[in-house]
């Protein structure tokens, strides 16, 4: 490594060469130093925030005030037809323990609602969109999605069944 040092008198300035030199060493020590604790430290943050997840399961247990997971919805002919609903969800561990705290949301057929499970893992829905069933069709289905932290996302697409009836 070829380094210029600066030799100063009163009159001129001259550069020497010194071939023994190590100028600016301390400087990048310091930067690699610097760069190399920030790697670190990025990467300690990312392995405390991989902790294994932990399985859950959810499923509707009573709809309308009645068990099960079924929606009625009465025919009124052949248009489209809405209809407000309530629902009451249970949320469970792999152990079957129930699981507080967990947002619930119940979606589809233009209709949704959320709530929050608790300590004994059930969460009643009872602000909700109406679910809308076209003139054309006699059922449907609605989404569960449940998510808690220190598990995994739970979805269920045919959690909640609408059919129409007379």
Not at 55 to 71: F, P, Q
Not at 97 to 108: L, Q, R, Y
Request: with cysteine; glycine share 10%; charged share 20%.
């Amino acid at each position: 490594m070829k380094v210029m040092f600066m030799k100063s008198t009163k009159r001129e300035r001259t550069f020497i060469e010194d071939e023994e030199a190590v100028e600016g060493l301390p400087v990048r020590l310091i930067v690699v130093l610097v760069v190399g604790v920030i790697a670190l430290s990025a990467m300690v943050a990312a392995l405390n925030g991989f902790k294994p997840q932990k399985a859950l399961t959810a499923s509707v247990i009573e709809v309308g005030g009645k068990d099960g997971n079924l929606l009625v919805v009465p025919k009124t002919g052949y248009a489209s037809v809405e209809h407000n609903w309530t629902c009451r969800v249970l949320v469970v561990d792999a152990d079957g323990n129930p699981v507080s705290g967990a947002s619930v949301i119940v979606h589809g057929l233009s209709g949704a609602g959320g709530g929050v499970t608790d300590k004994n893992g059930k969460a009643y829905l009872n602000k909700t969109d109406d679910v809308m069933l076209n003139a054309n069709q006699n059922s449907g289905y609605m989404t569960l999605e449940v998510s808690a932290p220190g598990y995994n996302n739970f979805k269920n697409e045919n959690a909640m069944a609408v059919v129409r009836v007379e």
